[in-house]
């Protein structure tokens, strides 16, 4: 099972807003309505933004979103913030009854 | 809210058992509400999904690791394993543990800060 793919940055503005995609294929984000997605700040545990790809789980912020288009997922952060500069990755369950997850996004906070 | 600790030995040899343990606070590893698993991310590397385990014992693991790899729940000790036997280089990398509310598929709501393990001789 190959890594889903993700760009390796991107970066915003504080207030931008700015959109961050998950490549898989048809046996994994194709296939499921199961993406997740993750952020995590340096030397801390990941911490479950998006479950079933567009729902938050309590507590999240409401600047989160996320959506799926065929087999690529996507994750807008709006309103960007000093502390939204986190690495951020995706994860979708798949045909082989495991998950697999992004190669990860770093997005910086200009 | 659930918390998860990871612990076990830093360093294993090539070709010897991986073995971690995750201690759970905050509810019950008997509980009907949760999945317990193992992630892991080799350095430089992405994450790579161990595999997870109900609490009735019925496990999942990664296809390209089942052959190698065990997870337990230990009910006793609140707490649960991971075994990882005949380990090469390419298993090292920082070991997550992670719970997730079983009515949710994802890998973990709750992560552990996750335990380096290094294989070298």
């Known amino acids: 099972q190959s890594a889903l793919t993700q760009a390796a940055s991107v970066s915003g503005s504080p207030g931008q807003s700015i959109t961050i995609s998950c490549i898989g294929t048809s046996s994994d984000i194709g296939r499921y309505n199961y993406v997740s997605w993750f952020q995590r700040h340096p030397g801390k545990a990941p911490k479950l933004i998006i479950y079933?790809?567009?729902n938050r789980p309590s507590g999240v912020s409401h600047r989160f979103s996320a959506s799926k288009s065929g087999n690529t997922a996507s994750l807008t952060i709006s309103g960007l913030q000093a502390d939204d500069e986190a690495d951020y990755f995706c994860s979708s369950y798949t045909s082989s009854i495991s998950y697999v997850f992004g190669t990860g996004t770093k997005v910086t906070v200009l | 809210q659930l918390q998860l600790q990871e612990s076990g030995p830093g360093l294993v040899k090539p070709s010897e058992t991986l073995s971690l343990i995750c201690s759970v606070s905050g509810g019950s590893i008997s509980s009907s509400s949760y999945y317990w698993g193992w992630i892991r991310q080799p350095p430089g590397k992405g994450l790579e999904w161990i595999g997870d385990i109900y609490y009735t014992g019925r496990f999942n693991y990664n296809p390209s690791l089942q052959s190698r790899v065990t997870i337990s729940v230990d009910t006793s000790r609140n707490r649960f394993s991971l075994k990882l036997i005949s380990v090469t280089a390419a298993d090292t990398a920082l070991y997550h543990c992670a719970s997730h509310n079983s009515t949710v598929v994802t890998p973990g709501d709750n992560w552990g800060q996750g335990s380096m393990v290094t294989v070298s001789s």
């Open positions: 079933d790809v567009t």
